[in-house]
């Protein structure tokens, strides 16, 4: 009984045909070998072209990731290197600014010890002709003092008296001038 239902078809139970799942099944490796033959290999091809460019895009990425990085370093230095020229063309200014202003200073002490003998020697020079007129004035006063001395009917001895009154006051203030 067993080997009687084994040489009978046991999926006829199941309203399965012979002939339709032979042509069934044909027919599923016909449309599986068209579709592994046009579309899956086609569709593999573009995933695999697509996972490609993915990875290229993705190596990329990391090549201008560690470029930026390499300008970043690059740009600091350069920042760097920048303030450094500009920390230095500073200290050479200050020092430059500093030198002319020492220079200025003893340009100015200079000139202020020139123009303070320039002036000495003119007040010397005006002490000088001031000396000399106030000589000429006393001399015409002496002058004009011994014409009317001489013009009054005085004794010889009071004219000699007063003349010599005169010079001797003269005398007195000519000494009490002071000296250069």
Not at 117 to 135: C, F, H, I
Not at 138 to 146: E, G, K, Y
Request: net charge negative; proline share 1%; glycine share 2%.
């Amino acid at each position: 009984m067993f080997l009687t239902l084994a040489a009978a078809n046991p999926f006829e139970r199941f309203g399965v045909n012979w002939y339709d799942f032979t042509s069934q099944a044909i027919a599923f490796l016909i449309i599986a070998w068209i579709l592994n033959k046009f579309v899956f290999k086609t569709v593999m091809k573009t995933v695999a072209e697509r996972q490609r460019a993915a990875d290229e895009a993705a190596a990329s990425n990391a090549r201008i990731q560690q470029e930026l990085q390499a300008v970043e370093v690059e740009r600091i230095k350069v920042l760097q290197a920048a303030q450094e020229k500009a920390d230095q063309v500073i200290a050479e200014a200050k020092t430059h600014v500093t030198e002319m202003i020492n220079q200025e200073k003893q340009r100015c002490e200079v000139l202020g010890t020139e123009m303070l003998s320039q002036a000495r020697e003119e007040a010397k020079l005006d002490q000088a002709r001031l000396k000399t007129e106030m000589r000429g004035e006393i001399a015409s006063m002496i002058v004009s003092l011994t014409a009317r001395l001489t013009q009054m009917n005085l004794q010889e001895a009071d004219r000699k008296r007063m003349l010599q009154s005169a010079i001797d006051e003269l005398t007195t203030a000519t000494a009490k001038e002071p000296q250069s």
